[in-house]
């Protein structure tokens, strides 16, 4: 079952297999009272999993992960109706990575390089487009 939103919180999930970039995504967006990392998860079918039972609104997601990779598990996501607007943060800078990402269904795109000028406002950006 969902857990319940908290008004005026933006409730995300984590995916990535490195568990270093994780604690560091987490430790970034702990910062903002607003932000509520629900769930962090390893692999792809982990992150359908976790974007089904949780419902949350926000999915940062990295391309490269085991089981599905980070596009697959967005398509599935999609498909199966989900709305939580998926953006992916990958060392991928290469526009047929960002095309195929957007073809599955992203709402935005950030090389982690630039994660700590560009996740924050992505984030806010994908959640004014639902409002």
Same mark, same amino acid.
């Given at each position: 079952?969902?857990?319940?939103?908290?008004?005026?919180?933006?409730?995300?999930?984590?995916?990535?297999?490195?568990?270093?970039?994780?604690?560091?995504?987490?430790?970034? =967006? /702990?910062?903002? @009272?607003?932000?509520? #990392? !629900?769930?962090?998860?390893?692999?792809?079918?982990?992150?359908?999993? &976790? +974007? =089904? /039972?949780?419902? @949350?609104?926000?999915? #940062? !997601?990295?391309?490269?992960m085991?089981?599905?990779?980070?596009?697959? &598990? +967005?398509? /599935?996501?999609?498909?199966?109706?989900?709305?939580?607007?998926?953006?992916?943060?990958?060392?991928?800078?290469?526009?047929?990575?960002?095309?195929?990402?957007?073809?599955?269904?992203?709402?935005?795109?950030?090389?982690?390089?630039?994660?700590?000028?560009?996740?924050?406002?992505?984030?806010?950006?994908?959640?004014?487009c639902?409002?």
């Open positions: 079952m969902p857990l319940e939103k908290t008004p005026n919180r933006i409730r995300i999930v984590l995916a990535d297999d490195n568990k270093e970039m994780l604690d560091t995504v987490s430790e970034l =967006l /702990e910062s903002v @009272p607003e932000f509520d #990392i !629900v769930a962090t998860v390893a692999d792809g079918k982990a992150l359908v999993d &976790a +974007a =089904l /039972e949780l419902n @949350p609104d926000i999915g #940062i !997601v990295d391309i490269s085991p089981i599905m990779n980070g596009i697959m &598990a +967005a398509a /599935e996501i999609k498909r199966l109706g989900s709305k939580m607007r998926i953006i992916f943060l990958t060392v991928n800078e290469d526009r047929d990575y960002e095309r195929a990402a957007f073809e599955a269904g992203a709402s935005g795109y950030v090389v982690k390089r630039k994660m700590t000028s560009d996740l924050k406002a992505a984030i806010y950006a994908c959640v004014a639902r409002r």
